[in-house]
């Protein structure tokens, strides 16, 4: 009697581990088979905050026009060979800058 009872108590281990085992696969399995759609959210998230961060850049069809405007008022002398130059108020730089993308229906951005 006792020996059937150590070989049931061995075989209910046995059992308990390969229950344990098919569990694990099964989680696997799962994981394994939803991936695509997890890759596929994160991608989609990515794709979003990239978008909102604004325009795409095109090299062949981005327009920059920029211009720069640098003014001061000064007064140079020059005295028995030696030149000298003051500056009588602060100077003033001022900059314009236009940039946008042309030919949007056109560009190919791949797939």
Not at 9 to 34: D, F
Not at 40 to 55: H, N, P, V, W, Y
């Amino acid at each position: 009697m006792f020996t059937y009872l150590n070989k049931l108590r061995r075989r209910k281990k046995g059992q308990s581990t390969l229950e344990y085992a098919i569990l694990i696969i099964i989680i696997i399995g799962a994981l394994l088979s939803i991936q695509v759609y997890i890759k596929r959210g994160i991608q989609g998230r990515l794709k979003g905050a990239a978008d909102d961060i604004g325009d795409q850049f095109s090299v062949g069809n981005t327009n920059v026009i920029k211009t720069m405007t640098t003014s001061s008022n000064t007064n140079e002398t020059f005295r028995t060979g030696v030149s000298s130059s003051q500056l009588l108020g602060p100077e003033v730089t001022t900059t314009a800058t236009n940039a946008y993308v042309m030919n949007v229906q056109q560009e190919y951005w791949g797939k």
